[in-house]
């Protein structure tokens, strides 16, 4: 069993009995203050001040473990695949490269997309693999991916369980600015929701792989 909760931004913690993973920490420079979470592990999709700051989380052992970048990583019994893609919809020239984690936590399988900024490739898709359980997925367009191209990868990924992110919550240095999660939720057909503090997932209780993809959407805590 994992527990999921959304620190604002593209930030979210990850606790299950093998470790407690971070990702994407921002710098409260963007308008949003992540508090001083504490974690074992720190995934950083690309280096930018609303997806890097490693420095704002306390360790939780004897110290912080910084996966940043492509590759496979095992810590404590946590195994993240860091999967190459990019910024932007021209193979990186624009805005570089961006990473997505795959992370085994509990015997669960999260993705983390980063600051996706195009739908992915079947190269990629294949590192990602087909039984991905949550998706953490960036919905506000701006300079990633916005609520279309994020139902197109959705699509592409099939994961049990979507969790929006990087959309406009009084973020403030963001030109052109984020689009409200309203959109997203337009976009996917969602006719209400309720926000909740946390989302709490058991690999013994998954729903079937043939039922529709479930939206969770959290309300951001102070870490």
Known sequence: MAEVQFLGHSCFRLRGRDGTIVCDPYHRSIGLDIG???????????HHPDHDNAAAIRPLRER?????????YEIGGVLITGVRTFH????????????V???????????????????LTTGQLEEIGSNVDVLFVPVGGGETIGSAL??????????????PMHYAMGQTNFDPPLAPLEKFIS????????????????????????????????????G
């Open 101 to 119: 984690y795959i992370i085994h936590l509990d015997d669960l399988v999260f993705c983390h997309l980063g600051d996706l900024g195009h739908e």
């Open 64 to 72: 912080v473990f910084v996966v940043d970048g492509p590759g496979e």
């Open 88 to 99: 932007d919809q021209v193979k990186g020239a624009e805005r570089g490269f961006n990473t």
């Open 187 to 222: 976009e996917m057909g969602l006719k209400e929701y309720t926000a909740e503090d946390k989302f709490v997932i058991n690999a013994n209780a998954l729903p079937a792989d043939e039922e529709q993809t479930r939206i969770v959407i959290l309300r951001p805590v102070n």
């Open 36 to 46: 001083r979470p504490t974690a074992t592990i720190v995934t950083v999709s690309h």
């Open 150 to 163: 994020a139902s197109n990868v959705i699509s592409q990924i099939e994961p049990r369980f979507v969790i």
